[in-house]
């Protein structure tokens, strides 16, 4: 058998996604061919240089308007030209699936979606399509031609309801989770992680992702390193800068000036990310699709930062109104939230159980599970 996973690069979490349900099949189905494609990249490199680049720019430096071209993109012009263009790559798309031959194809964006169902609608193609959406909120841009698609992964009921209300037959549609990696439900040495990275036993640990890899941070990150520095004895942070020299070199200059060189570790980089979930006892981040089900599946407690107009901004809706993040807001003191939430074990504790009832550490498993059979 054989497995075509299409993914696009639009933010990090389709990538991961699709990375999570690779890790799977290859681990639990070794006699599986599994091939992984970034589907705008192979239709044209410079297109997708070109689109990406200008995702990651609008998200960075003109954020309101990107969250306007998402919420446009329902309906309309925008969603029509997004489905006219898909209908052209197509074509290129056609070549790879017809050179792979699989039984399978599995997606993980939108636009790989729509592409496939229109080949289907065609009689191009005729294997079995899986999309597999990848945060809490659903977006009509998954739905065009839905009729073509075979099964639907989301991440909670409530998105599930939505797609039966758009006409969706409810046996096609499971809510089975984000797939995250299988690493996140594996057990650590504790004290071997905690001295690895020059980490103390007896405080709170934090996790502290800056939202740098794509220069998508903002300014009140520094904020927070601020505060940590100068507040909070009996914490310790992890700050994660992303792939981003300034904002890492900026975290250092602040942890250097306060001498907290012992409490504060800064990383640029790291792919020990189920590691540092396991001895930590808050997250702090983005509220991204991938992220935040990686930090219920560890059980912690979630404070939601700097969304992403669109997406991320209805991410961190759905999760604060399920009482499963503390969301800080562009105007919340963020000195008295954080001491509300980590001098506070009850609340931490209310939050942790929240996150228990909602995690899905298995999501991965269950739906390559569900996918073939």
Not at 19 to 40: F, G, H, R
Not at 233 to 260: C, D, H
Not at 334 to 352: F, Q
Request: charged fraction near 30%; glycine fraction near 6%.
């Amino acid at each position: 058998m054989k497995i075509l996973i299409l993914y696009a690069t639009y933010g990090g979490g389709h990538l991961s996604t699709a990375n999570a349900i690779k890790e799977t099949l290859s681990s639990e189905y070794p006699k599986i061919e599994v091939e992984m494609v970034d589907c705008i990249k192979y239709i044209n490199g410079m297109i997708n240089k070109v689109t990406t680049g200008a995702y990651s720019g609008m998200a960075k430096k003109a954020p309101r308007m990107w969250g306007k071209i998402y919420h446009d993109s329902r309906k309309g012009i925008v969603a029509a030209f997004s489905k006219n263009m898909n209908k052209i790559f197509s074509r290129k798309l056609y070549r790879l699936i017809e050179q792979i031959k699989p039984d399978i194809i599995i997606s993980t964006h939108p636009f790989a979606t729509q592409m496939c169902t229109y080949l289907k609608k065609h009689n191009k193609i005729n294997m079995k399509l899986a999309n597999i959406l990848t945060d809490f909120k659903m977006h009509e841009q998954w739905l065009v031609r839905y009729d073509y698609v075979d099964l639907f992964f989301v991440s909670n009921q409530e998105m599930k309801e939505e797609l039966i209300s758009f006409g969706i037959p409810k046996e096609k549609i499971f809510a089975e989770g984000i797939p995250i990696s299988n690493k996140i439900s594996q057990k650590y040495d504790r004290k071997k992680v905690l001295e690895e990275f020059g980490l103390k036993e007896n405080k709170k640990t934090i996790l502290f992702f800056a939202g740098g890899g794509l220069g998508l941070a903002r300014k009140n990150i520094f904020e927070f390193i601020k505060i940590f520095a100068e507040n909070f004895e009996n914490t310790q942070l992890i700050a994660i800068s992303g792939k981003n020299p300034k904002i890492y070199n900026e975290f250092q200059e602040i942890v250097q000036k306060n001498k907290k060189e012992e409490k504060i570790k800064v990383i640029e980089y790291t792919n020990q990310v189920a590691e540092l979930m396991s001895i930590s006892d808050i997250v702090i981040t983005k509220p991204g699709g991938v992220t935040i089900s990686e930090s219920l599946s560890a059980g912690l407690p979630i404070i939601a930062i700097n969304p992403i107009p669109g997406q991320e901004e209805e991410n961190a809706e759905f999760l604060e109104r399920n009482k499963l993040v503390i969301f800080i807001k562009k105007d919340d003191d963020i000195k008295k939230v954080l001491e509300e939430i980590i001098n506070n074990d009850e609340k931490l504790k209310i939050l942790k159980e929240n996150t228990k009832k909602f995690a899905k550490p298995d999501s991965s498993k269950n739906i390559c599970k569900i996918i073939l059979k």
